[in-house]
Nanobody
Framework: QVQLVESGGGLVQAGGSLRLSCAAS????????IGWYRQAPGKQREFVAA???????SSADSVKGRFTISRDNAKNTVYLHMTSLKPEDTALYYC??????????????WGPGTQVTVSS
C-alpha cells in the first residue's frame, strides 16, 4: 500500500527543536521528491522543504537556516530537523510524495500530518 506517515510532532517552547519523520511505504526515493508542507489554522497549506530524487534539498525562505531536510534510504524515511522554533511555526505538518509511484506519475500522496505547537 502506498503510504506516508508522519511522526515526531509535539509541544515545544520557542527556541526549541524537534525532528519530524516521514515514513514511506511502496515509494521509491530514487523516483520521487518528498516534501514537507504545513498548514496553520485559517491559513493555506504552504511549502516548507523538499528533497529531490537526486538528494538535493530546498526550503522556504521562512525556514532557511533553521530547518534541514534529510533522508535515510535504508529506512525509507525523510526527516525534518527543526531548530530555533518560533510560535509562527505552529501548524499541522504534512509530507507529500511527487513522482513515479508504482509506475504512474502522481503528486497526490499525502500523510495524515503531525501537529507542531510552539509556545512563546
Amino acid at each position: 500500500q502506498v503510504q506516508l506517515v508522519e511522526s515526531g510532532g509535539g509541544l515545544v517552547q520557542a527556541g526549541g527543536s524537534l525532528r519530524l519523520s516521514c515514513a514511506a511505504s511502496q515509494i521509491s526515493f530514487s523516483l520521487t521528491t518528498i516534501g514537507w508542507y504545513r498548514q496553520a489554522p485559517g491559513k493555506q497549506r504552504e511549502f516548507v522543504a523538499a528533497i529531490s530524487s537526486g538528494g538535493a534539498p530546498s526550503s522556504a525562505d521562512s525556514v532557511k537556516g533553521r530547518f534541514t531536510i534529510s533522508r535515510d534510504n535504508a529506512k525509507n524515511t525523510v526527516y525534518l530537523h527543526m531548530t530555533s522554533l518560533k510560535p509562527e511555526d505552529t501548524a499541522l505538518y504534512y509530507c507529500n510524495a511527487r513522482g513515479i509511484i508504482r509506475g504512474t506519475w502522481r503528486d497526490d500522496v499525502w500523510g495524515p500530518g503531525t501537529q507542531v505547537t510552539v509556545s512563546s
